[in-house]
């Protein structure tokens, strides 16, 4: 096995606090381990080439996101980060340098992984490597398929630099003509155009779009040579504000959705095979520092090779795994009214299958005793199933209500559609709250059972979104509790009537109540510490970067309280400091799934893994965002089945892990557990294991 890279420190980023990692370097810091994967070479050659392309997605976000809000903050005139005592400067400088870093890493990586797709008969080919039949068939083909979609734009004083979109590509080329005169021509690569182009032969041997492009250069400039070509890509400021007080929040949002393509420019690649005057041109039109300029040698826009995986054998990839539907409810005949009624029951996706939520849905939909539907979307697909389930709804008379979040970012368009779409089938359609997000995935269902109404409920903690639920690890709840369901329904409330709620019977809900609620548990752990009694927090989240709860956390760990947190992404709180953090362990977990659950437990006066414990699901992270400027929600396990399936069961199993765990160093480093790869992996023992709480009759035959 290749050496899986380590991560580097992430100090000295700060003079006078050095207690909190910087948040971007943090973030960066976990993009590293994702692309760690790729070295790791137990892993079959496709998932490998796709931790490349995933990791060079997210860096484009962070780009985008990210580094363009310091970009922004520096052009308003601030030198340090509010409430910090960072310079942006100085922050910039080091971001850039590593994410660049990780970019050569990545290109690096890529060129090794196609050499290996080479030897298993898949190649990706260069101009030098094509005979004289490929570009016979390669000319027909261009000029028949691409040519008629390209508009070259030819530079001079009456021909300006064209725009070029976020996330635009383009063949550059500086021409000489008959007579001599060099001339500069640009031709965006549309994005409705193939990347790559197989050429019919009984081997796979594969072409990029731009060298094609380079080769019949003379059918649009006939009489040319070439000088210097070569690809470029643009990102741009993807962030997108929006006035709170915007009377047609839709309108806004679409009008927002134009500028976010014509955004200031971030950061710009180049291949090295154009000219240094080439790039000095760039630099001027499109208005770019030095370091916002990456000449790179390889591939430009690696996340486009998540399409080259179509052209690898199925036996290069992680062998198909079929989600399992919950025995639970088979017992039922596949009634979920009937079987959650019985009992509350979790589902663990991927493991458990997402059909759980669409047939819950779906029968709602079509049931005559349900009258009414209440639903969250936060990210869903194009063609939701359950946006049709909803739809299905309203059209056979049900009361139903979707409150969609069309500020989630990068689905505000998909958003804007569905709700267009859920509005003309007479489904009554909320935007939720203009200062914050809906975070919180919930769905609420009221039937009609024997004269008396009875609510059945679904808390998520991923997003309702069919793609995505076989490759994120979620839980979905589902509950016909009064107390919950009736929390429920206070929640549907305040996101329509935009009246605060008092009093809640289980649920905690941000932004009102979850920091306050979660410093408390903190407290009294801390406090049974200090009084020699058992005391413990373990925490699954995806981010910790709340200041007030890692200091918390601090507090804790210093008066004796041993702290398990497995962090997947950024993490700020610096582990393993002596007087500071010594009972702080940290672990991020990054694998075939990628962990999406939060899960929050104390020990509540006993020993860990006793009913004393408090085992809390949520849809929220540990950041200021998800505490103050979102509606989140926090879900108190209390069935004894589904309890034990959180807390015995995937707690205990994802701690264990060894063959996906990185753990946090003191100075920021994250060291694989177990670089092998052949250890525990909490992964495949859910693959392998069915759930507690979907058991059903199996646990009478196992028993």
């Given amino acids: 096995m290749s050496s899986i890279p380590t991560t580097k420190p992430l100090l000295n980023l700060n003079d006078k606090d050095d207690t909190f990692f910087n948040r971007e370097l943090s973030w960066l810091a976990f993009n590293e381990r994702v692309l760690a994967n790729s070295f790791d070479t137990t892993l079959p050659l496709g998932e490998r080439l796709r931790f490349v392309s995933i990791a060079a997605n997210n860096l484009d976000e962070f780009y985008m996101i990210r580094l363009a809000g310091l970009y922004q903050l520096r052009t308003r005139g601030f030198t340090t980060l509010p409430e910090q005592n960072i310079s942006i400067d100085n922050l910039i400088l080091q971001i850039t340098k590593r994410a660049k870093q990780l970019e050569t890493t990545q290109r690096e990586q890529l060129s090794a992984l196609l050499k290996e797709c080479t030897k298993m008969g898949v190649s990706l080919i260069e101009e030098t490597d094509l005979s004289h039949g490929d570009i016979k068939w390669l000319k027909n083909w261009y000029e028949t398929n691409i040519l ?6 030819t530079l001079d004083p009456s021909h300006p630099f064209p725009f070029i979109q976020n996330k635009g590509k383009c063949v550059f080329f500086e021409l000489r003509t008959a007579t001599g005169e060099i001339i500069k021509s640009v031709i965006l690569i549309p994005e409705n155009i193939q990347r790559f182009v197989k050429l019919p032969s009984e081997e796979i041997r594969i072409v990029c779009i731009e060298t094609v492009i380079k080769i019949f250069i003379n059918i649009i400039y006939p009489h040319h040579s070439i000088k210097s070509s070569g690809i470029f890509r643009l990102l741009r400021d993807s962030e997108i504000e929006i006035d709170d007080e915007a009377d047609d929040l839709i309108r806004q949002f679409e009008t927002a959705l134009r500028a976010r393509r014509r955004g200031n420019s971030v950061s710009l690649t180049v291949s090295d095979g154009l000219s240094s005057d080439a790039v000095k041109f760039f630099s001027q039109e499109m208005r770019l520092r030095e370091d916002q300029i ?7 826009g690696i996340t486009d090779f998540s399409k080259f995986l179509s052209f690898l054998n199925s036996s290069l990839f ?4 079929d989600a399992r539907f919950p025995q639970r409810i088979m017992d039922f005949k596949g009634n979920c009214f009937a079987a959650i009624h019985n009992k509350d029951i979790i589902i663990q996706h991927p493991y458990e299958s997402f059909d759980v939520v669409l ?12 009258l009414t539907v209440r639903q969250t979307l936060y990210r869903t697909s194009a063609d939701s199933p359950i946006v049709k389930a909803l739809v299905t709804a309203a059209e056979n008379g049900k009361n139903v209500s979707a409150l969609i979040e069309i500020k989630a970012r990068f689905d505000e368009e998909n958003n804007i559609q569905l709700a267009g779409r859920l509005e003309r089938a007479g489904v009554q359609v909320a935007y939720g709250l203009a200062n914050m997000k809906i975070h919180a995935k919930l769905s609420l269902i009221t039937r009609l059972e024997a004269e008396q109404l009875v609510s059945y409920a679904h808390f998520g903690t991923g997003n309702y979104h069919p793609v995505t639920a076989k490759i994120y690890a979620d839980f979905s709840y589902f509950t016909c509790n009064p107390d919950l369901c009736r929390d429920a329904w206070h929640i549907f409330n305040y996101l329509t009537s935009h009246v605060k709620p008092h009093k809640f019977e289980k649920v905690i809900i941000s932004p009102f109540f979850s920091e306050n609620w979660l410093e408390t548990h903190i407290d009294s752990e801390i406090k049974a510490a200090k009084a020699g009694k058992s005391a413990g927090i373990w925490i699954k989240a995806n981010a910790l970067v709340d200041k007030n709860i890692i200091e918390k956390l601090y507090d804790a760990s210093q008066a004796g309280v041993k702290i398990r947190l497995i962090i997947r992404g950024i993490c700020c709180l610096r582990p393993k400091v002596k007087g500071l953090s010594d009972n702080i362990e940290v672990t991020s977990i990054i694998g075939r799934f990628l962990e999406h659950s939060r899960v929050y437990v104390f020990a509540n006066g006993g020993e860990f893994l006793s009913d004393k414990n408090i085992v809390v699901m949520a849809s929220a992270d540990l950041m200021p965002r998800n505490l103050h400027r979102r509606v989140e929600v926090f879900i108190p396990l209390e069935n004894k089945t589904v ?3 959180v807390l015995k069961q995937v707690m205990v199993a994802l701690l264990q892990d060894t063959s996906n765990c990185w ?3 003191s100075d920021g480093q994250y060291k694989k557990r177990d670089e092998a790869g052949v250890g525990f992996s909490s992964h495949n023992y859910f693959m392998q294991n069915p759930s507690l709480s979907g058991l059903g009759s199996l646990a009478v035959i196992d028993k």
């Fill in 148 to 153: 008629p979609l390209l508009a070259p734009t």
């Fill in 318 to 321: 992680f062998k198909p795994y």
């Fill in 294 to 300: 990456t000449i790179a040698s390889g591939h430009i």
């Fill in 663 to 665: 753990e946090l160093q």
């Fill in 643 to 645: 309890r034990a399936q």
């Fill in 359 to 370: 047939r819950f849905l779906q029968q709602a939909a079509v049931d005559p005793q349900v």
